[in-house]
C-alpha cells in the first residue's frame, strides 16, 4: 500500500490558490485508494499548467507536446494494456490545439482516464482564451471577448458515445477524488471535465462564482439515460451539474487487434527469421523446370 | 546481356495495366528471367493514361532503360503517350480482330475471347497470353499463377482465366507465328525475389520486429500501411490509421515510450505535420523511425510522380538541434537493408532516424537475391535490472560518455521512466537553470559521435582515378551504375559514388573520393542540387556539374549519358 | 560613455518585477538618458527568480552588460541568484528598516511606506522613489507617469501611488544621503522611442499594412499577436486567435488570396505545424510574412529563454523546392525595418518571407531614433485592369522572364483567380505532365534573381583589413558591436559582420569579406554553429572559430572578448 | 444571367457513375439559380476527389491542402465578406484531417457554406476508412474494418449551434440544388453533407443502400426545434432523413469585429504614416526641461 509522501515529487510552480493543487491532491490520493504504486502509473501530458500535473507526483511520465496527449497516450496504452494510462491535460491543450484527438479519441475509445482541468483560459501563456472560455471573457488578445461560441466538451463526449462523462470542481476535492477513482477504474475512455479556477486569469470563473452554481447529481439520476445526460451535459451558467453525466458499455480499442487484445506486445518480441515464412510470397512458382533453349 | 527486352503495358486508370504488368512481371520471374520494372499512374482513379513497364533479362538489372520492344496498349487511343519512348521498330499488342492488324501493330480480340471465355473480364488474361506468345514463352506458368490468384474465387473463374489466356496464346500463334517472336524463353531458376521497394520496406520493418506502427494514407507510402495491416495479426504487431499525421507520429512515440519499436511512414505533407514529434523524439531520446517518401512538391505537387526534393528538409526538419540519423536506399534490397539497420540504430540512440526514399524507389519492382537472415537481430539496447536499480534511483537521463543513458521501460517495479519535452534534468524533471540546459545540449549531441563510428561509408564503384565520377543518393543508384556502364563501354574511365547514409555524412570519405577524380557530376531528381550543397557544406568541395531533373520523371541511364555527354562538350 | 550604470530589479514571478523595471526605464528614458533593458523569466506565473535589467547611459547603447551597479531586490531570498554577477561594490536595496541595513545592503520600508500611503500594493512604487534616489534623478517625471498610469483607476490610487513614492525617495535621502548616488542626472530630451523587439516588430507589421493577422499564443511572440489585437479597431485590421498554428496559416493564406496583406507569428514547435502551409504558399505563389520568434528546444526546451537554433529550420522548412526570403534583425529598429521590408518583398515576389527573431531581441528595449516614415510606402504590386483583361482571359500564373505573374483578386469581374496546390498550368488547372511542371518550376525559382538583386549586403563596420573580424546575425548584433568595440580599445584591428538577410545569401559579398580579414570568428546562440555552417555551404569558405552558448542566455560583450581572446591563446 | 456553359471547365477524372458528378451538377445549377457569375463566386477546397470539384467549375478557386479548406475559407472570408465562400470538402478533408477546424468553424461560425462530399472512404488514395465509415467496412488497410465508431457531422454541428444543418443526397439532385441554394443564401455557417456514392471503393453504402434508405423530412418538420434536430440528426440505418435538420439565429464571425464588418479591409488600404499617432506611446514625456548639471 503506498502512502501520500511516496508520491511526493518536485516542487510545483502554480500561483497560490490554484484550482491545480487539488486536482493534484485528487490525484494522489485517489491514486492510493486505487492502490497503485508510483511505479505502476502512468500519467501523459501536453504543454500548460495543467500538464505540469506530472511533474508534481512521482510515477512513470509522458510529458509531450501542447495538444499531442492523447494520441500519445492511445499509442502508449495499445503497446502497454498493463499500464493504467492517465491524461492531465488543459481546455486549451485538450480542446484547442489538440481538439481533432479529443474527437478522434472519443470516436476510437481506448482504455485512458482523460483529466482536463478546464480553467476556461490559457494559464501558462498568461490569460487568453480557451476554447471553454465565456463570450464575456475580455483579455488583452480578445478585447471583444472570444469570436467563437464556448464548447460543450461533456456533451460531445456522451453524443460520440464515451462510456464514462463526468464534470468534477477544484473546489470540492473528497467528490473529484472520488470521480477520479471511479474513472480510472473504469474500462474504456473515461473524461473527467474538472472546472479548476484560475486566480491570476480568469475572474469570471471563481470559486465565487462556482460556489453558487455547482451541485451534485441528484440522487437516482440515471447516467445510462443518454438523451437526459445529454441535456444535464448541455446545462450551464444558473446551475452547473457535478458527477458522472453519462456511462455506456461498449467497446474498447483492441477488443478487435489480436496484438493488443493478447496484452503488452512488448512481451512478445519477434526475430527477423519470422518473416522468412512471408517471402515465398514474392517467389512465385515456376510450373515447370529448365525449358531446352 | 543475351536477353534484355523492354515491354510496356499501357492503358486508362481502372483497365487494370497495373494487375496485367504484375501478373506478367511475375510469370517470367517465376521462369527465370530477371525483371526490373517501373509504374507511371495519374492522381486518379478512371481514365488518363498510365503504364506498367517491364525490363526483362537473363542477368540482374538495376535500372529501366528507355526504347520499348512491346507494347500492350489496353486503350489504344493511348498510345500516342507511349510512342514517344518507343523503340525503332516496337511490336504493338492491341485488341481487334486480325484482319485490321497493320505492320507491327497485331490485333489479338482479347474482348472477344474473353466473352467466349464466359466473361469479358477475362480481357486482360487473354491479352497477356498473347503477350507471353509474342515473347516466346510458355503459357505453364501463367496458368499456374491464374489458378492460384483465382482460385478463392470459385473453380469456374479459374477455368475461365485459364481458357482465356490460352486463346489469347492460341490466337497470337496462329496468326502471328510468321512474325519472329522477341525472345524471352524460361531459364534455370534463381530462386529470388520480386520486391517492390516499400515491399522491401514494409518486410524489414516485420523482419525489424516493429511492434507499433500508425501512419496515416499518404502516397507513396501507403503501401507500407497496407502491407503491415494485413500482416499485424500473424506477426503480431498494432497497425493503427491515425485521424492525421499528428496523431501518427504521437501514437508512435507514446507506444516507443512504453517499449514497443515503432515505426510510421508519410510523404512530405504529412513529414510536415510529423517534425513537431521528430523534435519531440529528440528532446525525450525516443527511438523511432521514419519513412519519407517524397514526390514532387511543394504542397501538393504530382501526387504519384517522384522527385528528391526533400534532403534539405530532412536533414534539419524539426526545431532546436538534436542528432537524427537519415539513410537513403537505392534499391529493394538496399531499402530492406536500411530500414532494418534503421530501427536497431535508432534504439541504440535513443533518437529518431529517417528513411529518405521516392516514388520511384517505391514502384520499381525487381529480381533480387533474399535477404540473407543468418546474421540479423533486433537489438533493443534497454537497461539492465543493475543499470535500473531499485528505491525510484533509476533516471532516465543519466549524464553518461556516450550520451546514450540506460532506458527502462514504464512499470518497472521500483523505478518511474520520466520523460519530458521540456529541458530537464537527468531525472527528466522540468529545469530552467542554464547549467543542466548545457548539460543535457551536451549528452544529447554527444551521441553523434557514435552515431558517426557506426556509419555507412559512401559506396563507390567503377575505376580508380577515374575521369568522370558519378555522384548521387536514393533511387538513382541502379541507373548511374548503367550509366557509368554505358560510358565506361565508350572507353571512359568512369566510377559511381552513391552515398545510403546522408546524416551523419562521411565527409573525409567523400572528400578522398572527390579529391581522387578528374571531372565531378552530381546527378539528383530536384532542381537545386541538394545534395550536392550537403557536399559542398561538409567537406568544401563542390562537385563540377549538376544533372538535375524535376520535371516527376525519373532519370534514364541513356539519359545521363548524354547529359554527361553534352556537359564536357561545353566545357571543353 | 561618462554615464554607464547598470541596475537590476529582480524578484518573484507575480511581484511586479517586470512593471517596476519598466516603470525605471521609461522615467529615465523620459528623462533624456540612454536605455537598454532586457529580461529573464521563468516559464511559470507565480515564485522563482526574474529580473529585469537596465542600462542607463548618456550615449545610445546596443548591449547589456555584465557587472550590476544597483540591485533592487523585490525578494530578498532570490538576490544569491544576482550575486554572482554583482559588480565590485553594488549597492542593494531591499525591503526593511534602515536599522538592518548593513554596508551597501540599504533598507528602505517601502512595504510599510506603502501601507501608511494607503496600500500594501504600492509597495514597488515606493521602491521605484528609493531607487530614483539612489541613482540620484529626481521624482518630477516619475510622479507625472504614475498620474498617467493610474489615472483610469482614480484619483485615490494616483495621489497614493504617488505619496508612496515620495516616500520612498524621501526616506532613502533622508537615511542614505551621506552615500554618494549613482549619478544619472536629467539629460536634454532626445525625443527618441523606448522600444522592444516584439513592439517593433507589431508595429511595422501596422506601418506596413498588414490587413490580416492570424495567430495562436506562444512565447516569444505573443506580444505581436497582442499588441495587434489592441490596435485591430484603430488601425484597421483583422486580428483572430486560431485553434492551431495550422489554422493559423491557413487563415492567412486565405486572406491573403482575397488580397489582404497577411502575417503570423510564432514559435519553432508553432512553425513546425506550420511548414506544410508554408510549403502551400510556395506553391500557390501566395504572399505571407511569418515572424519566427526562436526559443531553446528542441520541443517545449526552455519556453522563456533565448537560442538561434532554428537558422537552417528555417532556410528549408517546408516540403519541395520554392523560393523565399529570410531576414533575421539584430535590435529593435532593424526588426521594424524588416518586418516592414518583408512584407513588401513578399508582396513583390509573391512568396514567403521569414522573419528570424529569438526571445533575447523580443524582450530587449531601447531607446532608439524615431523610424523615418518620410519615404516607407506599402507597396502591393497587384494586376492592373489590363494586366487582368476581360473574358475570364486572365491566368493567375501566367509564364514572365521574372517568374513574377501578375496577381488578381477574386471578385474582379470578368476574371477568375485559380489557385492550386497540386502542380498546375497558367491558369491555376491541375496538371500531370512532365513539361508543364518543369515550365513550373523554372518559373517559381527564377524569382529568386530578383530577390538576389534586391538582397540586403552584409552589414560591415570597423576596421579595414582586420586581424579579427566577428561575424553574427540575428540579435547579437548589439553585442559584437561592443565587443568588437572593447577589443579594438585594446589595439586590435578589429571588424563586425552582421547578416540582416540570411536568404537569398550575399555570398559574394560575404566571400569578399572573409578574405579580407585574417581571424575569422563565427559568434553564434546555438550549440552546432548553423550560420558558419551556411557560410561555408554559400562561399566554400569555412570560418576559423565557432563562439557558440547554448544554454539559454544571450551572450555578453564581455564574454565574447574573454573567448575570442582564449581561441587566440590556444592557437598561438 | 448566367448560363451552365459560363461554368464551363476542365474535363472530370472521376469515375463514371460516381456520385461527385451529381454533386457538381448541383452546384453549377444553384449557382446559377442564385443569379452568381463564375467571377463573383469563391470556392475552397482541401485535397481528395471532392477537394477537386473547384477545377470542374469556371470560378474563383484557392484549393489548399489536405483538411485544411476551412481555416483558408474563414481568412477569405474575412478578408473579403463581399464574396460568397464556398467550401467543397470530403468526409476525410473535413472530419479527418482538418478536424479542429470543423469543431472551431462550427463555434465562430464564419458566414461560410460548406459541402461535403461524404463517401465514407478516402476516394482519392484508393479506398481507406474514413471517419464516417461504417464498422462493417472492411478495407485492405482496416481488415478488422475500422476500430473507431462513425462519426456524426450533423449531429455535432447541431450541437455546437451550427446555424444552417442540412443533409443531401447525390441520387437526388433537384433536391440537392435546392439545398445548396438555401445553404448559400443562409447567413452563417451552412453544413450540407450529402452522401455520395464511392462506386469504386465503397460497396456498403451504394445508390441501391440509399434508395431503400434516405427519406425528406416530413412537411412541418421544425428545423428550429433543436431537441427534435439533434434527434433526427442522430438518425441513421433503417431510415436517413434528408434536408435542412436545424436552423438557428445566431451570431456571425465579424459581427463584432469592426474590420471585418465595414466591409472588405482590402477596400481600406492603410499607410505607413498611419501608426506615427502610435509613437507617443513609446517616447514618454518628461516632466521637465533639462536639469542643471
Ligand atoms: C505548438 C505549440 N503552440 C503553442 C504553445 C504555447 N502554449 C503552451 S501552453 C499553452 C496553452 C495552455 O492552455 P491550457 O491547455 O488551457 O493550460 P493551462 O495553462 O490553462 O492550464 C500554449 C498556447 C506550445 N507550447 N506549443
Ligand atoms: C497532409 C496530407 N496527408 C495525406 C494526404 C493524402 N490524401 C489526399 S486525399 C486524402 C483523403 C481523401 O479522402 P476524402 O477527403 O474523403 O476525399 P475523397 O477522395 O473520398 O473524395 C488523403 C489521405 C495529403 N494529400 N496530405
Ligand atoms: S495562471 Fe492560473 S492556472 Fe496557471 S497556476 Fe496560476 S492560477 Fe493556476
Ligand atoms: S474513387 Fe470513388 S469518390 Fe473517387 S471518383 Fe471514383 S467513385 Fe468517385
Ligand atoms: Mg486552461
Ligand atoms: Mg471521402
Redesign the interface.
Known sequence: MSILKDYQ??AT????HCGNFNILQAMKTALIELGL????V?L?SG?G?AA?L??YL???????????A???????????P??PVIVTTGDGDCY??????F??AL???PDITVIVHDNQV?????G??S?TSPRELVT?????????????PL??AV???APFVARGYAGDLPHLKDLIVQAVSHRGLALVDVLQPCV?FNHLNTYEWYAERVYPLEEGYDPTDRAAA?ERAQEWGERIPLGVLYREE?SV?GD?????S?G???E?????????S??AE???????G??P? | MAIDLNLRVSGQAGQGVDTLGTLLAEVLHADGLHLFTHQDYMSRIRGGHNYYQLRIADQPLTAAREKLDLIVALDERGLQEDWPVAGPRPVVLVDGEFEQSEGLKLRVPWARLAEEAGDARYANTAAAGAALAQLGHPLETLLARLEATFARRGPEVVAGNQQAARAGYAFHLEHFSRMLPLHAPVLPPHGQLLLSGVEAIALAALAGGVQFYSGYPMTPTTGILTYLAQHADGQDLVVEQAEDEIAAINMCLGAAYGGARAMTATSGGGFCLMVEGLALAGMTETPIVIALGQRPGPATGLPTRTEQGELWFALHAGHGEFPRLVYAPGDPTEAFELTFLALNQADKYQTPALLLYDQYLADMTATVPRPDFSGLTVDRHLATAEEIGGDYQYARYALTDSGVSPRALPGTPGAVVEVDSDEHDVHGHIIEDAETRKAMVDKRLRKSAGMRQDMLPPLLTGDAEPDLLLLGWGSTKGCLAEAAALLRQSGERVAQLHCPQLWPFPAEAMSAVLQSARRTFVIENNATGQFRGLISRETGICPDELVAKYDGQPFAPQEIVAAVRSRRREKA
Open positions: 515529487s518536485q510552480t502554480w500561483c497560490p504504486e508510483p511505479w505502476q502512468c501523459v504543454i499548467q505540469k506530472p511533474h512521482k510515477c512513470n511520465y509522458f510529458n509531450g507536446l501542447h495538444g499531442r492523447l494520441p500519445a497516450a492511445t499509442g502508449l496504452k495499445a503497446a502497454r498493463d499500464l484547442g490545439e489538440g481538439g481533432n484527438h474527437l478522434h470516436r476510437r475509445n490559457y494559464g501558462l501563456t498568461k487568453q482564451a476554447p488583452r488578445t480578445q478585447p471583444h471577448g472570444p469570436q467563437s461560441e464556448p464548447f460543450a456533451a460531445l453524443l460520440l458515445h491570476t445529454l461498449r480499442f478487435d487487434l489480436p496484438a493488443i493478447r503488452p506486445v512488448t512478445r518480441p519477434r526475430t527477423p527469421q519470422q518473416v522468412e512471408l517471402l514474392f517467389e512465385f512458382a515456376a510450373a515447370h529448365v525449358a533453349s
